[in-house]
């Protein structure tokens, strides 16, 4: 069975403070895909990143980084010098080669005060 | 433009009121989807459509009628809904490769009253 889970239900930070935001999965398989996606008010879910499961360098993009570690089956999300504009809610899946369904964790919502 | 295009945004409707939401995609996808979204809940998967045959109903009741014309379309019926479903309905597609995620539309904000 595959199962993602986000135990941060909300996050609160101030402006210019970082963030991480955590996301653990389980899988039995061996080619899995795992993504993060933001969800601003307006409501769609929108794609920031994705990791197969034969890469785990760490990626930064920007304010972004996200860290994968095969060895916890963690695939945690940092914000750097976090904005008003962050402020979201956050969604890590996971999806497996040759399976249509994506399975999402109950997502993180995250409020950055200016 | 998402490429993913839900209609109408906002959809306020009574108990007893039949309406349909719509959803269209030109990606060439051949999967897709409905996910329900309550006021902090989970996304809760209702509906999968694959190459237009319905391959998963997540037990959803049957006031919701979910219709799949073609690869680019999906519909998604409503009649005597309850208050409680008042709720964000996403409409999300793919294809068949499990390394692409899923592209979503802004979703239909649906009140009933």
């Known amino acids: 069975a595959q199962k993602v889970t986000q135990a941060q239900t909300e996050i609160s930070v101030v402006e210019k403070e970082d963030v991480t935001l955590d996301c653990v999965y389980e899988?039995?398989?061996?080619?899995?895909?795992l993504f993060w996606y933001k969800q601003p008010p307006s409501g769609e879910l929108v794609f920031l990143i994705r990791?197969?499961?034969?890469?785990?360098q760490n990626e930064i993009s920007g304010r972004y980084s996200w860290n994968f570690q095969k060895s916890t089956s963690s695939f945690n999300f940092t914000i750097t010098a976090s904005q008003v504009v962050d402020s979201a809610v956050y969604f890590c899946a996971l999806r497996s080669l040759g399976n249509n369904d994506m399975r999402f964790g109950a997502g993180t919502r995250l409020t950055v005060k200016p | 433009e998402t490429g993913v295009t839900q209609t109408p945004r906002h959809l306020v409707m009574g108990m007893t009121n039949k309406k349909s939401l719509k959803c269209e995609q030109h990606l060439g996808h051949n999967a897709m989807y409905w996910y329900k979204q309550s006021a902090k809940k989970p996304l809760e998967l209702m509906f999968v459509?694959?190459?237009?045959?319905?391959?998963e109903n997540n037990s959803v009741p049957s006031r919701f009628s979910p219709e799949c014309p073609n690869s680019s379309h999906l519909f998604l019926h409503l009649h005597t809904l309850q208050p409680e479903d008042s709720a964000l309905y996403l409409c999300?597609?793919?294809?068949?490769?499990?390394?692409?995620?899923?592209?979503f539309g802004s979703g239909t904000r649906l009140t009933v009253v």
């Open positions: 990791r197969n499961s034969f890469d785990e």
């Open positions: 899988t039995r398989d061996t080619t899995y895909y």
């Open positions: 459509y694959n190459f237009k045959e319905q391959t």
């Open positions: 999300a597609s793919t294809n068949n490769e499990g390394s692409n995620g899923y592209t």
